[in-house]
């Protein structure tokens, strides 16, 4: 298993210190896409056909499909898309004990060994489909910056109103029957 992890960062424009143009881009792909190519070509060297590439770095939906897949399939490697969950500051202890491991296949039977490799290590995987997995990723952080900015806006709220914002959002952690639950997270009717 050959885990590729390569960042894909945003353009400048979009990294959350000025107002987002209206214009979107996607992220940047270019370092992803020269580290798969090498991959392939390696293997066209006499590399394993064996080889699982496991893309660890951040994508959006229809990422795969478009720029990874086609490189690999040409050099008639296996892959999948494997996300890791990880946040700065505790990047190192993500990786090594992560939540659970999101495993996106193209073809469902595809890498068991990833799934063993997981379970081997006792983590608890999530298989899906690419673009569901794609989508996780992105939710995922999406999520975590939601409550990044829910949390800093109750904070200005207290600063101007006089309330305690430590207090205010132990109120909110408390919650754990809806709030800090999986209440309210299933798409469709309630």
Not at 84 to 90: H, P
Request: with cysteine; aromatic share 8%.
């Amino acid at each position: 298993i050959l885990f590729v992890a390569v960042q894909t960062p945003n353009q400048p424009m979009y990294d959350g210190t000025t107002r987002v143009p209206s214009h979107r881009v996607d992220f940047d792909y270019t370092y992803l896409t020269k580290a798969v190519d090498a991959i392939a070509s390696a293997s066209s060297w006499g590399g394993s056909h064996r080889t699982l590439v496991a893309i660890i770095s951040t994508v959006l939906p229809g990422t795969c499909r478009a720029y990874i897949e086609p490189r690999l399939r040409h050099a008639g490697l296996r892959w999948v898309y494997n996300p890791s969950l990880i946040a700065m500051g505790t990047t190192i202890e993500d990786f090594l004990v992560p939540e659970y491991a999101i495993i996106g296949k193209s073809i469902p039977a595809m890498a068991p060994e990833l799934s063993q490799f997981y379970h081997g290590m006792d983590i608890k995987t999530m298989e899906m489909g690419v673009e569901s997995a794609e989508l996780l990723k992105v939710s995922y952080n999406t999520y975590i910056g939601m409550k990044i900015n829910f949390a800093n806006s109750i904070m200005e709220i207290s600063h101007k109103t006089g309330a305690d914002a430590m207090l205010v959002m132990s109120g909110i952690k408390a919650a754990d029957r809806r709030l800090i639950s999986s209440a309210y997270l299933t798409p469709g009717m309630g």
